[in-house]
Structures are given as structure tokens and as C-alpha cells.
């Protein structure tokens, strides 16, 4: 971001809309946190009997309450996840659809993949019917911007609209961009965040073929298990996290419940390898320092963070490097993996992960990272084991770094 540019409005976080495999809605997300709830199991979604990997964080959701049957057969499963992520997220605010709607809300909602589940039922009936008999929707329903498109549609959102596509820091990212949206006064509201859902033969296949996946498939609910002496790779969940970001004076005047303030973004690029994470973490250095500049304060302020955290060997090394340069050895604050419940959601994984940071600093309950029973003696963070931990903080941390070298850190204060 350019060092001369001075952004004037404050940004309030005013809805929240997690779509989780431990949990649908703001209160029940909450209270499975606090839990240490389990959200991940046997795929249901398909046979995966012939897969190394066949366990997945999986939500449990009645589509039918939110979308009718016809519409919802225009639109795939991650765009499924966006709208009920969205709706919850305008109920949570307090908001009518008629109070949003107008140029001067607008959407920023990121997907690492999209329609995934839909390409692969229209693939088959391209090698099986010809392509003549492919759905008329196969396009706009697997193309990632329906996530924020559908959403502006639903609720006439003609402000800013972006889709953010920067795998697996997507709805960090999308987040980032609704925040400066706001700060620089092209709109007073944004629905931001992510959604994904690709638990598919094609994509726990593709995953699996990597070996990034675990494969502690006798016992899912332990399987994610971040910086523990023995992950084996992460658990692939499905989600979606949408929040409503709200210029702050337009949420104080209309008396709106305020969770939390965002105060800085930062996003960078590893420039190094599709897959790897450059050596030291120094791209993750970069986007917490550029989110810590732009919030203009200092390190030492954070006092949560809620990590990337796959339970993959090389992340959750790099991943504590990253924060040791960053804060300094000795001085890193709390972390904790919140994948350790849901699994990793992908591209929602920014929103769901934003979510659980904001309800953090609002409860003053800082959430753990679940089966942390083997600790690494490599990784040596305070990483909240296993039961939450009831710590009031002021100011907290939410980062997500991707295949491809793209980083996002977005900061969050208490209000």
C-alpha cells in the first residue's frame, strides 16, 4: 500500500455469518469454540472409499431455509454457503435488506476454487451426453465472483463489488479490500469475506495425490492437529465466513452492536514456489508488518493471534519462524489454530478465522487449538492447548497464507 496515502474513516465489524463445520451462525460458532467442538468426520459427500484421504470438515446445513429448490439448482454449493453466510451475517447487524441496498453498499467475498462440485457433474455429462447437453448455468455457476455477485444481487448491493481469488487467503485478502473500500469512503458497507466448498472426489483427490492431506482417517476427529510433533497434513473443510463491515460513525448513529474495529491489512507475495512457503516465512513477515504499519502500531500491541495453522509440516514451522521474526523470540503473544476444530476451509478460511479472531476480543474468550497433545520441540509459541482460555485482549491478529505465495494479516481492536 502507498506509504502517502492517508485513509480517514474508521471501519467497524457489525454482523457476523460463519457457515462452519462446528457450528451455523454467530451464537452456536461461539459456544463450539468454547466447546473445543469436533468438525470433522467421515466424507458423506461422496464415495471416498478409493481415496487415501476420506475425512473432511463437512457443514450440516438446510439450504432449503434460505434458497428456494430452483434457484438453489442455478448456483453451486460455495455460492450455497456465501448467501447463508451473508443473511446470517445482515441478521446478526441488526440490518434490513431495504437498509442495505444502494450504491453505497457493496460486496468483497473471495473463493480459492469456486464451483468445483458443479464442474464435475457437468464434465461428466460432457463425456458422457456431449457437450450440447451441458447445464445452460455451468458457466455462472462455477466462475468464483458468484459468491459476491450473488450476494450484491440478493440484496441490490450496487456499491463497490471485487471477488477475491488468492487460494487459500482469499477471504483474508477480500476482507483487506472491503476494509480499504471503506477507509478511503467508497462505501459505508461491505458483506466481505469467503466461502469454498470442495469436498469432491476431484478435490480431496487432487489434494490427497500432493500428500497434503492427513490420512488419519481412524480417527478423523484428531487428525488436525497444528503444531504438534506429529500432523500429517491438514483436514480439508468446507464453509463460509461473511462479515459486514460498517464505516464507523454510519454503524454508532444507527446504535449498531460494534464487535470489533479493523485497524490495518497487509498483503504480500513469497515470490519463491507454488506450494512451498519461502524459507524463514519471510513473505508472512511481510503482510503482518505491512497490516501493522497500516494500523500504525506496534508489535508488542497484539495480544492474540489467530494462525494460519494447517497442521502441515511445513506451514506450522514457517508459520513460527514467521512470528518469532516479526515479534521477537520470547515475545510472541498467544496463538492458536482454530483449523484444529473446523479443518481448513480454504478460501472461506480468512472469513471463518476474521470471525473467530472478532469474537475473541468481544468474549474476551481466546479460542484453543484442539489435539495439541505431542508438542514440537521445534515450535515452541504459546499455542492455547486444547481449552480455551479466558484472556481479555485488545487488540488481535488474523492470518492466512496460500499455494502460489500470497499472504494477507488482517488486525482487529476491541471496542
Not at 156 to 179: K, M, N, R, W, Y
Not at 282 to 304: M, N, Q, T
Amino acid at each position: 500500500m502507498p506509504a502517502n496515502i492517508t485513509y480517514m474513516k474508521r471501519v467497524a465489524v457489525t454482523g457476523l455469518g460463519p457457515v462452519t463445520p462446528i457450528g451455523v451462525g454467530a451464537e452456536e460458532f461461539l459456544r463450539a469454540q468454547h466447546e473445543v467442538r469436533n468438525g470433522i468426520g467421515p466424507i458423506t459427500h461422496f464415495d471416498a472409499s478409493d481415496l487415501t484421504t476420506r475425512i473432511a470438515g463437512e457443514v450440516d446445513v438446510d439450504v432449503s431455509q434460505y434458497l428456494e429448490r430452483k434457484e438453489a439448482r442455478r448456483i453451486d454449493r460455495f455460492v450455497h454457503l456465501a448467501i447463508i453466510g451473508a443473511e446470517l451475517a445482515l441478521k446478526d447487524a441488526g440490518l434490513t435488506p431495504e437498509e442495505v441496498a444502494g450504491e453505497r453498499s457493496g460486496t468483497a467475498i473471495g473463493s480459492g476454487i469456486g464451483g468445483l462440485q458443479t464442474w464435475e457433474e457437468q464434465s461428466k455429462t460432457r463425456f458422457d451426453r456431449g457437450a450440447m447437453r451441458l447445464s445452460p448455468f455451468f458457466i455462472p455457476m462455477i466462475i468464483a465472483n458468484m459468491s459476491s455477485g450473488q450476494v450484491a444481487m440478493r440484496y441490490q448491493l450496487t456499491g463497490p463489488s471485487t471477488s477475491i481469488v488468492t487460494a487459500c487467503a482469499s477471504g483474508s485478502t477480500a476482507l483487506a479490500d472491503a476494509f480499504h473500500t471503506i477507509q478511503r469512503g467508497d462505501a459505508d458497507i461491505m458483506f466481505t469475506g469467503g466461502s469454498e466448498a470442495v469436498i469432491t472426489p476431484m478435490g480431496i483427490g487432487g489434494f490427497a495425490v500432493m500428500k497434503a492431506l492427513s490420512t488419519r482417517n481412524d480417527s478423523p476427529e484428531t487428525a488436525s492437529r497444528p503444531f504438534t510433533k506429529s500432523r500429517d497434513g491438514f483436514v480439508a473443510g468446507e464453509g463460509a465466513g461473511i462479515l459486514i463491515l460498517e464505516e464507523f460513525e454510519h454503524a454508532r448513529k444507527r446504535g449498531a452492536r460494534i464487535y470489533a474495529e479493523v485497524i490495518g491489512a497487509g498483503t504480500s507475495a513469497d515470490a519463491y514456489h507454488i506450494t512451498a512457503p519461502a524459507p524463514g516465512g519471510v513473505g508472512a513477515v511481510r503482510a503482518v508488518k505491512w497490516a501493522l504499519r497500516s494500523a500504525k502500531i506496534d508489535a508488542s500491541e497484539i495480544g492474540y493471534i489467530n494462525a494460519h495453522g494447517t497442521s502441515t509440516d511445513a506451514n506450522d514451522l514457517i508459520e513460527t519462524e514467521a512470528y518469532k521474526t516479526v515479534f521477537g523470540v520470547g515475545k510472541v503473544p498467544p496463538v492458536s489454530s482454530t483449523k484444529s476444530m473446523t479443518g481448513h476451509t480454504l478460501g472461506a478460511a480468512g472469513g471463518v478465522e476474521a470471525i473467530a479472531t472478532v469474537q475473541a476480543l468481544h468474549s474476551g474468550v481466546l479460542p484453543p487449538t484442539r489435539n495439541y497433545h505431542d508438542p514440537d520441540p521445534e515450535l515452541d509459541l504459546d499455542y492455547i492447548p486444547n481449552e480455551p482460555r479466558e484472556q481479555q485482549v485488545d487488540v488481535a491478529l488474523s492470518s492466512n497464507f496460500a499455494f502460489g505465495g500470497q499472504n494477507a494479516a488482517v488486525i482487529f481492536r476491541r471496542v
